[in-house]
């Protein structure tokens, strides 16, 4: 009688071999090659969806076929768990935030040991934990002492009914998500991380990671913008401004200074406060302005306005009096938050001129000795060769660029300037579920960091919440201490982190997990850097630039020694059903737990690996679903079969093999050859599969029952169960012990 193939039994058993042999445990052994595997963590909202199962399996796959390879693996797993969605939950379900959180983070847990992920679960982590938080919230204070932290005005969503700041995502078409109100603008003072200070070393270490694809640098390098230029000063012409200091405009362009027609100030500039004063109109201008949206993608999209402020500006060559003008493209963030406008060679400012009827002065032409160059329809915005600049004629833009520079700064009005388009990072947020932010205010000190005796700051968590504002504002006993400096009475920051700050530095804390008094210990120096990294595209910014900071942030701390966290990074395509992305909102989603009670782990798990490539979306389909367990069956009864038939022990391979036998060996080790190459190196794991499912076929129409058929037979057997060891674990081990072989696999 033939076993018949029980996923539901089978997966069981083996899940609770690995369990009680600790199999996946990683122990640091400076003898043995390492491999530190990690995919990112994710956000416990309750349920795995198919995007995580399709993540985790990629690495999955990855950290056992290295391990097969013989190395030390590690592969943690945690929650990066504190965020929005569980203040969402809690009012809706009046649940406090932290018991729905570590719910759901016990329920996801669940499923991912169903699905048989080789992680060392000793080093789980739950970033809400404050043996986890206390260590950023120590770190802060480092980085504040070393003063790469400080505060600044930063605007932020004001409710006004609500009387409280609110997430992106709770302004709905302009409106609070509770109250309906009208969101505002509102200016507070909020926590800034100096990252600008590492923008250079950011750009520059890109050239490091040749593991990362090429599209995610190409945005990372665009997020930096590093741009070289001149900071010019405009002098005020004295009848109107009397004692304004003079306008400092940043451009990439000072070979096209002789073409500037006017000046462009942000509707922040302090001149354009100063036009205010005396004119309603510039006023109302200015506060419509300040109604609009701040991102610099809405602002190159938002119509251009302006307003003459009738100020005069004195151009730094000629000498020249100059209209300066409030215009609403001018970004207050940006160089100076003022703009040199040269409208014949800029096109933004060529817009605006024409709208507002302002003068073009063409001085840049497209060849050397040309004296004109059309700008009737257009900018022209290529460089060139200089005409109507006096005793710049026929420099080349490059060397224009040099002279001007030059020729300023002799006069001490310009300098060479490199900007960053890398802002500072702000990570207050005004939530209530977040680390809190370890700072005191005190009247006579000002701002204080906790003592690290004092720390972790803890957030409280058996709170009532309605979620009008976080309740930490109206909680005396969190907010009123003593200052730690003076003594007197003082107050506790209320704001948490962003919660980016948690998932920055994780991946190091898995290091030393269990290591209650230090954040990182020397352990890290021997898993550091991930050797592969697997997530989203979505991060490739904004997560990932974090994360590479935080690393350079800890390195010169003196914590450890890599520059670079992530050797390697393979970003995972998304999951599809019928050509949409599979979400929630959209109602397509597939639920993973259903799939693994109908077919077992192992075929889902082969099912996503088999579809597409990791790094191209992958489209649902209920009949792949169904080949991937009809193939498993099929691996089984190749197994089964051969059993019954077997000799009891099976001869070794002879050198003379007829040719049947030969043509079945060279395919098995052209086999092994290419899902080596497939798995190792290309990550194109549907190929190595398919390979398989061919050597396979080949073994079932192999008919040759010989001493030697049967050697050859049951090496390539056993070869297809070691190569698909990776991808379908479970089976796998059940088969290579009903194969004889005593060690698991
Ligand atoms: C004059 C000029 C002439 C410019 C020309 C461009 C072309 P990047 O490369 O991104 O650094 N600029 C400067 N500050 C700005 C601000 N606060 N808001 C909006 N625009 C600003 O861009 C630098 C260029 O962006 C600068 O060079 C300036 O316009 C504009 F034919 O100055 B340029
Ligand atoms: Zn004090």
Redesign the pocket.
């Known amino acids: 009688m033939q076993n018949s193939y029980n996923p539901q039994e089978i997966e069981r058993l083996v899940q609770n071999y690995w369990e009680e042999n600790h199999a996946f445990k990683a122990v640091e052994d400076s003898e043995q090659e390492k491999f530190y595997c990690l995919a990112m963590f994710p956000y416990p909202s309750g349920r795995l969806h198919m995007g995580h199962v399709r993540n985790y399996t990629i690495g999955d796959v990855i950290s056992r076929y290295q391990r097969m390879q013989g190395k030390n693996v590690l592969q943690p797993m945690g929650w990066d768990a504190f965020g929005l969605p569980a203040e969402n939950a809690a009012i809706k379900n009046k649940v406090p935030p932290a018991k729905w959180t570590y719910e759901n983070i016990d329920y996801m847990r669940a499923q991912l040991k169903r699905l048989g992920f080789a992680y060392d679960w000793s080093r789980e982590l739950a970033t809400c934990h404050p043996k986890y938080y206390r260590w950023e919230q120590w770190f802060f204070t480092k980085l504040f002492e070393k003063g790469l932290v400080y505060k600044k005005k930063a605007t932020v969503n004001w409710d006004p009914v609500d009387q409280t700041v609110l997430a992106n995502e709770q302004v709905i078409d302009g409106c609070g998500w509770r109250s309906g109100a009208v969101v505002e603008r509102k200016e507070i003072e909020q926590w800034f991380l100096k990252i600008t200070a590492y923008a250079e070393e950011l750009l520059k270490d890109l050239e490091k990671l040749d593991g990362w694809p090429e599209q995610v640098k190409v945005m990372q390098h665009n997020w930096v913008?590093r741009?070289e230029?001149v900071e010019i000063s405009f002098t005020i012409e004295k009848d109107h401004g009397e004692d304004q200091d003079a306008i400092k405009?940043?451009?990439?362009?000072?070979?096209?200074?002789m073409?500037?027609t006017y000046v462009?100030i942000?509707a922040e500039h302090k001149l354009a406060t100063f036009a205010a004063e005396c004119s309603k109109e510039i006023a109302e201008f200015i506060a419509c302005c300040k109604q609009t949206k701040v991102s610099e993608a809405e602002?190159s999209t938002v119509e251009k306005l302006g307003i003459d402020t009738s100020l005069l500006a004195i151009h730094p060559i000629t000498g020249e009096k100059i209209p300066v003008w409030i215009a609403n493209?001018?970004?207050?963030?940006?160089?100076?938050?003022?703009?040199?406008?040269?409208p014949?060679?800029?096109q933004?400012?060529w817009e605006f001129a024409k709208k507002y009827n302002l003068p073009i002065k063409p001085v840049?032409a497209e060849d050397k000795n040309a004296s004109k160059v059309d700008v009737s329809k257009n900018?022209f915005?290529e460089k060139g060769w200089l005409f109507n600049s006096a005793h710049f004629n026929g420099l080349s833009s490059q060397q224009a660029f040099e002279k001007i520079a030059e020729q300023l700064e002799s006069q001490g009005k310009g300098n060479k300037q490199v900007?960053y388009?890398l802002r500072d990072w702000g990570v207050s947020r005004q939530r209530y579920w977040g680390c809190p932010i370890p700072m005191i205010h005190c009247e006579k000190c000002g701002s204080v960091a906790v003592p690290e005796q004092d720390l972790p700051v803890l957030l409280p968590e058996n709170i009532d919440f309605d979620g009008a504002s976080s309740p930490l504002n109206n909680l005396a006993e969190f907010i009123n201490v003593n200052c730690p400096t003076c003594a007197a009475p003082a107050k506790r920051e209320t704001d948490t982190f962003d919660t980016f700050f948690e998932s920055s530095w994780y991946f190091a804390r898995y290091c030393s997990v269990d290591n209650n008094e230090m954040m990182l210990d020397e352990r890290v120096n021997y898993w550091m850097p991930v050797d592969q990294y697997i997530g989203g595209i979505e991060h490739a910014v904004l997560h990932l630039l974090y994360a590479r900071f935080f690393n350079k942030l800890m390195r010169d701390q003196g914590l450890y020694e890599c520059d670079e966290p992530f050797a390697n990074l393979l970003t995972q395509g998304m999951v599809l059903k019928d050509g949409a992305k599979m979400s929630k909102s959209k109602g397509n989603t597939v639920d993973p737990e259903e799939l693994i009670k109908k077919y077992g782990a192992d075929t889902v798990r082969l099912f996503v690996m088999f579809a597409a490539p990791p790094e191209h979306t992958l489209e649902w389909s209920d009949t792949a679903v169904e080949g991937s367990y009809r193939f498993i069956n099929k691996l089984w009864r190749l197994v089964e079969d051969y059993i019954e038939s077997k000799p009891n022990n099976v001869p070794s391979i002879s050198a003379d093999l007829n040719e049947g036998q030969s043509a079945l060996r060279r395919k098995l080790h052209e086999t092994i050859n290419k899902v080596t190459d497939d798995m190792g190196r290309r990550h194109t794991f549907n190929t190595a599969i398919a390979a398989n499912m061919e050597l396979a076929n080949e073994l079932q129409s192999f008919e040759d029952m010989s001493e030697q058929g049967k050697a050859v037979y049951q090496e390539a057997l056993q070869g297809i169960i070691l190569m698909l060891a990776p991808i379908l674990p479970h089976v796998c081990h059940v088969l290579w012990q009903r194969l004889g072989n005593e060690k698991a696999i």
């Open positions: 913008g741009s230029g405009v940043y451009t990439t362009r000072p070979d096209t200074l073409g500037v462009a942000a602002i493209f001018v970004l207050a963030g940006y160089g100076s938050g003022a703009v040199m406008s040269v014949a060679h800029d933004r400012d840049i900018a915005v900007n388009r």
